[in-house]
């Protein structure tokens, strides 16, 4: 058993730890609460088991909600050959690796908006007394395991998107491509904690983050020449969505960043990821500090 | 007959006034559907820069395509929300017995609260946007008010039929208890074939056509149609309502087969 440590790390935290069970290693705050979140996202996945049939059909769900868009794009190309310059192969890399990724972050932290509700039914109170970092509950609450079917249609599309496409590989290129999912999903994931920070302020605004998330997908998917400039350059100095996948996927197609950023940037994604995590969790922890309990 | 009306009329000024509590949550909502109108804005223009005169509307009408829908979304509950969770939820705890036994019709009931916040939502949440929209595009919005009044009438035929459907989807819980599986295949269905991914004038050939005749379309598709004057004069204006009327009658009477059906079955756990 280890002493409380010095460093304040918020009320809530500290109060679980009081129960001394020896059976419970404790690590850093970090491992602790990756291993709260397996624990609560294992249980939400025997209790999704507990419906079998509404699993299956919410998978399914959630493949055919991507699909359904991607079929909408595809019509469009029934009556073009390209849209704002680019084919429907360069469209399909687009949309499938932002869905993909989009997908992921929902998949592993998508629930983060369900903060609104609990904090007016005062449900974050029993959070907080719990062993557990708030951020680790939230983030499993609810853990919704049919946001494979997002996923895997995502990474399909964009799996059909490179076979087709004629791309001048590169090593550099060919570790882009996953790259670009994962350093897509960390960036959709900052956006979503800061979303739930955001919450402690406003209570129940949780429309608010889907303009970012599923509202920034519905962009990315589409070319950036698509958009008016001023867009552009919002979506990749303020709040980097270009960086989920236009930049390293333009990169990859062997096209020019029409705000004429140098070829390295398209690398940057991780890094990009990596950066916007420091104001999301600054964010979050003003928001817990901030929580006043509704006290019901 | 009197008293039945003035039920349903307090119960759908209470589902007006139920929403219109959530000031931040209509604000939000109101902030993303602009979000959503610029971005698809920005790809209709660049998709009838390329095609004009696309699925016979020039760039102007797709413009307001594209805002009016954004405006709508709430109120016809295209992507998901509106009463039918909250049904299954009843229907799963065993609540749904308690409206059963009040001296009011089930369908009649629902119908009324979610068409009171509609009304809410088409006010609180369809405004601002179409008006953000109107501001930074062209867009082809009529000056007759009788195309205006047309359009009213439409979209709360619109409502209704939507309501139909999400009826007999809250129903559905009866059988699977968790309605969540069922909610997401309506919400894709509807998003995709009330034209709110694309015109389903955009829609090639037969499939277009089959589109075109399904409820969905009476959902959003018809009610714009109906403002961008594509069925002008009397005899236009009638079949299009008509379509919609249809719709409704029809979807209504199968939600009661359905309702029927249902309270068949119903086994009040105590507790």
């Known amino acids: ?296 | 007959m009197r008293r039945r009306v003035r039920l349903y009329l307090a119960v759908a000024a209470g589902g007006f006034r139920r929403y219109a509590t959530y000031g931040t949550a209509t604000a939000a909502g109101v902030f993303t559907n602009t979000v959503f109108g610029f971005i698809v804005a920005y790809t209709y223009i660049a998709l009838w820069d390329e095609r004009p005169g696309l699925g016979g509307y020039d760039q102007a009408q797709a413009l307001t395509f594209v805002w009016v829908s954004q405006s709508l979304l709430a109120a016809g509950a295209l992507i998901g929300g509106g009463f039918q969770e909250e049904l299954q939820e009843r229907i799963r705890t065993g609540d749904i017995a308690v409206d059963l036994y009040r001296p009011a019709d089930l369908q009649m009931w629902w119908l009324a609260a979610d068409l009171g916040r509609a009304g809410f939502q088409l006010l609180g949440r369809g405004v601002v946007p179409l008006v953000a929209g109107a501001l930074a595009f062209p867009l082809a919005l009529p000056v007759d008010p009788l195309r205006w009044l047309l359009f009213l009438v439409s979209v709360l035929l619109a409502l209704v039929v939507s309501f139909a459907l999400r009826y007999m989807v809250g129903l559905v819980a009866f059988w699977l208890m968790d309605g969540a599986g069922v909610n997401i295949m309506a919400t894709v269905t509807s998003i995709f074939f009330s034209g709110m991914l694309l015109p389903l004038t955009v829609f090639p050939g037969g499939f277009g056509e089959f589109v075109r005749a399904l409820p969905w379309s009476a959902m959003l598709q018809v009610p714009l149609d109906v403002l961008l004057g594509r069925h002008a004069g009397a005899g236009g204006a009638a079949e299009a309502l008509g379509f919609q009327a249809g719709w409704a009658l029809v979807l209504l009477g199968a939600g009661r087969l359905l309702q029927s059906a249902a309270t068949r079955k119903v086994v009040v756990q105590g507790g």
């Not at chain 1, 310059?85 to 932290?109: N, V």
């Not at chain 1, 882009?176 to 129940?204: E, K, N, R, S």
């Not at chain 1, 390295?264 to 890094?271: E, Q």
Request: aromatic share 10%; proline share 6%.
């Open chain 1, 1 to 296: 058993m280890e002493a409380v440590p010095a460093r304040p790390r918020g009320l809530a935290v500290d109060v679980g730890r009081a129960p001394a069970e020896g059976r419970i290693r404790r690590g850093g705050p970090v491992r602790e609460g990756l291993r709260g979140y397996r624990l609560i996202v294992g249980m939400w996945i025997r209790s999704t088991m507990t419906y079998r049939t509404s699993f299956v059909l919410t998978t399914v769900g959630h493949a055919a909600i991507t699909l359904l868009d991607f079929v909408a794009i595809y019509i469009m190309f029934s009556h073009v050959d390209a849209l704002g310059g680019f084919t429907l192969p360069e469209i399909a890399l687009l949309y499938g690796s932002c869905s993909a990724s989009l997908g992921l972050a929902d998949m592993l932290l998508g629930n983060t908006d369900r903060i609104g509700a609990r904090i007016r039914d005062g449900s974050l109170d029993t959070m907080l007394v719990r062993p557990v970092p708030v951020l680790a509950q939230v983030a499993a609450d609810r853990f919704a395991l049919r946001r494979l079917g997002r996923i895997g249609q995502g990474l399909g599309v964009m799996g059909w998107a490179l076979w087709t496409l004629d791309v001048d590989w590169t090593a550099g290129k060919v570790l882009l491509v996953p790259g670009m999912v994962l350093a897509g999903a960390a960036i959709f994931a900052a956006v979503m904690v800061t979303g739930a920070a955001f919450q402690f302020v406003t209570g129940d605004a949780a429309e608010v983050q889907n303009s970012f998330t599923y509202g920034g997908c519905t962009m990315l998917q589409y070319p950036p020449t698509v958009f008016a400039k001023d867009l552009l350059r919002g979506v990749t100095f303020v709040v980097p969505l270009a960086f989920v996948n236009w930049l390293p996927a333009l990169h990859v197609l062997g096209r020019p960043d029409p705000l004429g950023l140098p070829g390295w940037v398209a690398y940057l994604s991780p890094l990009v990821a990596f950066v916007v995590f420091l104001p999301a969790s600054l964010a979050w922890r003003a928001g817990v500090r901030s929580y006043r309990s509704t006290g019901s």
